[in-house]
Every structure is written in C-alpha cells, then in structure tokens.
C-alpha cells in the first residue's frame, strides 16, 4: 500500500470521526437546550397499561384509570397512595370516571357500574347485572341517587350509597345518550330527542 493511499485513509478517517463527533455534539446540545425550554417534570409515573383517563380532586390526590387499573397518586410526589384492579370499556363513547363527595364513580367493561372510596380505593358497591356488551354512555349523581346511561338503551337508577337497584327505563334511541338529573326529573338527551323522567320512579 503505498504512502499516498495511507494518507488518504488517514485523512478520511480523520473526517468521519470528526463528522461523528460533530452529530454527537449537535444532538446532545439539542437534546439539552429541548429540556431547558421544556422544563424537567418534577415527577413521572407510567403504568403498566395504557391510560384511558385521569381525574384531579379539590385536594391532593389524582386519579388514574388504565385498562387494567385505577391508581391513586399524591399530586406532590406522583407516589402510589392506592391501586384497583378493574377493568375499562374500550369504546370511545363510553363515560369517564367521576366523583360525587368522596365517592368514586367507574364506568368498568360489560355495563359494570362500580363505586369505589377516592380516599382509600375501597370498593364500596358494584353493579352485578349482567349488561354484556352494553357499555355505560353516561353517569350523574343528584340527590344520592346516581343515574347510568347504557348503550343498550337503558336508563338506569341506584342508591349511591348502597347500590340498591332503584329502578330502569327503556328509552328511544341508543344514540350519544347522556343524563342531566336534578330533584325531580332525569333529562335524557339522545343524539335524535332529550326526554324528561321523574327522578324517582
């Protein structure tokens, strides 16, 4: 091999290492100068599963639901407080966790109605009626009595306190439905009507 050729080699060599070095250099500054403009978390959490929601209370404490789970964390130090296993609907039109005072209302798979303890995670009752594939579209709460909208075009009424089944409706069309409860009536909003229920019976 004669000088020249080695001298060529060198040469390249030299470049492509440089050219390495430059890259290098260029992404970590990026990489750098993107956390200063982004800002470190000042905690992370990742669950196992995806998240399907999250929920914030008026104190310390976010609420995660997964697929598999609902987790608890301490706001302050992303700290697991408590963990559930249950179950979420994968439809993208079924309803979102909610709170009512210290009650946790969770919309789980197969139509599942449960209420759990935002403060300790206990469950406190859990709907056992078999509504398969009826996912829940809607939940509200008023005067202690949480009303359940289900794809398959039943309105639903329990106890919030105990789960006692109070009573159910057929309605109209199973489309988009949502509940609006007050003292008196349930408005049951449909994506072709809003009927008007006593809230009672």
């Not at 809607?138 to 105990?162: C, F, G, K, M």
């Amino acid at each position: 091999m004669s000088k020249k050729t080695i001298v060529k080699i060198c040469i390249l060599a030299l470049v492509l290492l440089f050219g390495v070095v430059s890259i290098t250099l260029y992404y970590r500054n990026l990489s750098k100068s993107s956390k200063d403009f982004f800002g470190e978390p000042i905690w992370a959490f990742k669950p196992q599963s995806t998240i399907f929601g999250s929920l914030l209370n008026d104190s310390s404490d976010l609420i995660l639901q997964t697929s598999g789970s609902i987790y608890s964390l301490n706001v302050d130090s992303g700290k697991t407080l408590w963990q559930k296993e249950a179950l979420a609907t994968r439809s993208e039109d079924s309803a979102s966790m909610k709170l009512s005072g210290d009650n946790l209302l969770m919309p789980e798979k197969n139509g599942i109605i449960a209420v759990y303890s935002e403060k300790t995670g206990e469950l406190i009752w859990k709907d056992s009626s078999n509504f398969e594939n009826s996912w829940i579209e809607d939940i509200d709460v008023s005067s202690n009595t949480l009303y359940v909208a289900r794809y398959s075009e039943y309105l639903t009424a329990y106890d919030l306190s105990n789960g006692e089944f109070l009573w159910d409706k057929v309605v109209p069309s199973r489309t988009s439905l949502y509940v609006m409860p007050d003292e008196d009536k349930v408005y049951l909003g449909t994506g072709e009507s809003i009927c008007a229920y006593g809230a009672h019976t």
